[in-house]
């Protein structure tokens, strides 16, 4: 599967975006959904994760409450909206798939798709 993520931009602290990942090439349905980010210099870091039927998620402390993920199967997307946003959320953000796992995953290393990022910075 191909993901193509979207909707970064630049933002004032306190705004809102909302980042969009489309997939292609085969159907997510049966697909975990993770968003992580990487800011430079840093490590790439989990942010949040959506089970195959959308009955699971997993936020990052530093997100929780602020972020919300969600999933519509019908459309092969998964969204990532991100309210209240702070400095410290600048990051290059990649959306990732694992159609492997029986469970939802918080590591890198259990998602085998990954989308090409879209960058995201929150001005002071």
């Known amino acids: 599967v191909q993901l193509q993520a979207s909707g970064g931009g630049l933002v004032q602290a306190g705004g809102s975006l909302r980042l969009s990942c489309a997939a292609f090439?085969?159907?997510?349905?049966?697909?975990?959904m993770g968003w992580f980010r990487q800011a430079p210099g840093k490590e790439r870091e989990f942010v949040v994760g959506?089970?195959?039927?959308?009955?699971?998620?997993y936020y990052a402390d530093s997100v929780k409450g602020r972020f919300t993920i969600s999933r519509d199967n019908a459309k092969n997307t998964v969204y990532l909206q991100m309210n209240s946003l702070k400095p410290e959320d600048t990051a290059l953000y990649y959306c990732a798939g694992d159609r492997r796992g029986p469970v939802l995953g918080r590591s890198a290393y259990e998602y085998d798709s990954w989308g090409q990022g879209t960058q995201v910075t929150v001005s002071s």
């Open positions: 090439g085969r159907t997510i349905s049966n697909y975990h």
């Open positions: 959506i089970s195959w039927r959308g009955r699971t998620t």
